[in-house]
């Protein structure tokens, strides 16, 4: 599958933005969608997740209770709305599928083998 990630964009801390990850093909009971970002110097981390089957959620404690994900199986697409944002969260945020992955594996970027390109999110104070 492959995987189309926007939205990103600059803003102040305190606002929000959505992210949007359009599939190319149909993601509805097939694949485990998941964000990850990556800010400079630091390694790729787990975001949120959504499952293929039944649409439970996962967060990273750094964004629960701030970010939601949520999918639109008609549209084979994915989003992350993120509210009250902080300058910690700047990042190059990256959608990822998988059709196999484990529950204990699924916070995992090697459990998956397609993704999007990315999409700068840039948080000022």
């Known amino acids: 599958v492959q995987l189309q990630a926007s939205g990103g964009g600059s803003v102040q801390a305190g606002a929000s933005l959505r992210l949007s990850c359009a599939a190319s093909?149909?993601?509805?009971?097939?694949?485990?969608m998941t964000w990850f970002r990556q800010a400079p110097g630091k390694e790729r981390e787990f975001v949120a997740a959504i499952r293929k089957t039944g649409g439970h959620t996962y967060y990273a404690d750094s964004v629960k209770g701030r970010f939601t994900i949520s999918r639109d199986n008609a549209k084979n697409t994915v989003y992350l709305q993120m509210n009250n944002l902080k300058p910690e969260d700047t990042a190059i945020y990256s959608c990822a599928a998988s059709s196999t992955t484990i529950l204990s594996s699924l916070r995992l970027p090697r459990s998956y083998g397609s993704w999007g390109q990315g999409t700068l999110v840039t948080v000022s104070s």
């Open positions: 093909e149909r993601i509805a009971h097939t694949y485990d």
